[in-house]
């Protein structure tokens, strides 16, 4: 049995509209190059038309029945032959697939496309695939191909031409196929960095294959009880905590939380400085030390343990006096380069560093980019959650401002990247780095969007995420290539050692901060 339902249209379109009309199915919207077709007012076959869960356009959605072989089908015209990209807008509220096989004029052009669990009925996504289109009438068919039907479809949009590249799933992909969740890497706060991206990139497309990659590596380390083989004597070991708060989050499984409170557990009696800033390492040679690199391996999971179990309080207390602490040794405060931050401080002097000034403070006397990077978005991640009347917030808005400021100033303007020595642009040796560089736009975007700095900053953004763009690229495997990685990095008070980092392809540090600032850079609408 067939139900068709047509809903009423204005006639403002008529003309341009009339083959649509004729066949009594009238796209919701149109515009040049793209039309919208509601799924209600198609031709439906083992479904029916339902309004009872919030967030769709038109009048309403349609439910397929729970079972294999139902269908909605929309006439489709095009003014001209060609490609289209056809999009799907769609709700999956159960834990489960529920795919759909995608066809043009009778012809398959996605066999059992994946429509994964959205996190709600209530919760809307897309799917997309390109078909050609020919001039005229097409017929557009999307069939439920399980035995529990498809998911919740609100419409069709068609738009001229491929989409575009959804350079984060790319990403995602190109390293799932490179690398098993036992092949990527250990417990590592680089792999930790690489795989919060891949998160975030499942928040927005709720592909389930993204969240048990993450939950397979994790369960190399977490047993079932929640034992974890880590001692977490150093700053940087602790950054991967982020994944196990994720995957609490997620499951709701005890043994994610368990690990995670050895972290907390651990900064119970980790050293500090005379100061209370938490040491970069618990060991004799990084007595006394604080790197811009660690507040991000240790600060932003100590608020999101905080607010997510039920340690508000000592979480936003420890986050922002980390990052007061910091920020007071750190970032410079005279001279053209303010608000930029040196990479190192040894509050002991040099006893066991060499790198040490004391004529700039104990610090090492360079800024490298990517700890300035790692500051950056620290800094917003905890404003995110900080709350508004928190003592230190307002100081920490500071900090922020004058970090962006300095960013803006030192942008590369003719790549919009920034350089491995952030105040050394286009010194001999010197080179422009990437993953510091998707940082600082991830930073700058925080900034504009919640109000932080001038909306004018925006430019500096945009200018980084096209500059950081230009550094991605397809192979001929078809799988994506970042370059211009610096790899981990020590402190040191030598610009040569800087300057001759290795330059890597696809390491994670570069990955974990580019899925980050793409998620950034979508969430926007500056992508």
């Known amino acids: 049995m067939f139900l068709q339902i047509r809903g009423p249209r204005a006639l403002t379109a008529a003309l341009a509209l009339i083959a649509p009309l004729v066949a009594g199915l009238l796209p919701a919207s149109a515009a040049a190059g793209s039309a919208v077709y509601e799924a209600e007012n198609a031709t439906i076959s083992q479904g029916a038309v339902a309004s009872d869960h919030p967030g769709y356009t038109g009048t309403g959605f349609v439910d397929y029945t729970n079972v294999a072989g139902g269908y909605i089908q929309w006439t489709v015209a095009a003014t001209s032959a060609g490609r289209r990209t056809l999009t799907l807008r769609y709700a999956n509220g159960t834990g489960s697939d529920r795919p759909l096989t995608v066809s043009v004029n009778g012809t398959a052009v996605a066999t059992s496309l994946s429509f994964p669990g959205t996190g709600g009925w209530d919760a809307w996504a897309t799917r997309q695939v390109t078909a050609d289109l020919a001039a005229g009438t097409n017929v557009v068919r999307a069939t439920a191909t399980g035995s529990s039907g498809?998911?919740?479809?609100?419409?069709?949009?068609?738009?001229?031409?491929?989409?575009?590249?959804?350079?984060?799933?790319?990403?995602?992909?190109?390293?799932?196929?490179?690398?098993?969740?036992?092949?990527?890497?250990?417990?590592?706060?680089?792999?930790?960095?690489?795989?919060?991206?891949?998160?975030?990139v499942y928040q927005r497309t709720h592909d389930p294959r993204y969240l048990q990659y993450i939950k397979d590596w994790a369960g190399r380390f977490v047993d079932a009880d929640g034992n974890i083989g880590?001692?977490?004597?150093?700053?940087?070991?602790?950054?991967?905590?982020?994944?196990?708060?994720?995957?609490?989050?997620?499951t709701g499984q005890s043994r994610w939380r368990v690990a995670a409170q050895k972290i907390r557990t651990r900064l119970n009696s980790y050293p500090r400085t005379s100061d209370r800033g938490w040491w970069h390492a618990d060991n004799d040679s990084r007595q006394g030390q604080l790197w811009g690199d660690g507040v991000f391996?240790?600060?932003?999971?100590?608020?999101?343990?905080?607010?997510?179990?039920?340690?508000?309080?000592?979480?936003?207390?420890?986050?922002?006096e980390q990052l007061a602490v910091y920020a007071r040794h750190l970032q410079r405060t005279t001279g053209p380069q303010a608000g930029l931050l040196w990479h190192a401080y040894d509050e002991p002097g040099g006893l066991t560093a060499s790198w040490v000034h004391p004529e700039l403070g104990n610090t090492n006397g360079i800024t490298w980019c990517r700890a300035e990077g790692?500051?950056?978005m620290a800094i917003t991640d905890i404003l995110e959650l900080l709350p508004a009347d928190h003592p230190r917030r307002a100081a920490l808005i500071d900090i922020t401002r004058k970090l962006v400021a300095a960013f803006a100033a030192y942008q590369d303007p003719a790549t919009g990247r920034w350089w491995q020595v952030v105040d050394r642009q286009g010194a001999s040796g010197n080179w422009l780095e990437t993953s510091c560089s998707a940082m600082y736009t991830t930073t700058i975007s925080r900034a504009v969007e919640r109000g932080y700095v001038d909306p004018g900053y925006q430019v500096y953004a945009d200018r980084g995420y096209r500059g950081v763009l230009a550094e991605v690229s397809l192979g001929s495997d078809g799988r994506t290539n970042i370059r211009d990685i610096c790899v981990g990095t020590n402190a040191s008070d030598s610009l040569d050692f800087y300057y001759g980092r290795q330059r890597a392809t696809n390491d994670n540090h570069g990955l974990g901060a580019f899925l980050i600032m793409n998620e950034q850079m979508i969430k926007t609408g500056r992508a």
């Open 230 to 250: 880590q001692s977490f004597g150093s700053l940087d070991s602790m950054q991967a905590g982020n994944i196990l708060l994720v995957l609490y989050k997620e």
């Open 150 to 200: 498809g998911p919740n479809v609100d419409s069709l949009t068609v738009a001229d031409g491929a989409p575009a590249t959804d350079w984060s799933t790319a990403v995602v992909e190109s390293t799932m196929a490179r690398y098993t969740p036992s092949t990527i890497g250990g417990w590592s706060y680089p792999v930790g960095l690489y795989l919060y991206g891949q998160y975030l």
């Open 374 to 376: 790692w500051y950056g």
């Open 297 to 320: 391996m240790v600060d932003p999971f100590v608020i999101r343990y905080g607010h997510l179990l039920g340690d508000a309080a000592w979480g936003d207390d420890n986050a922002a």
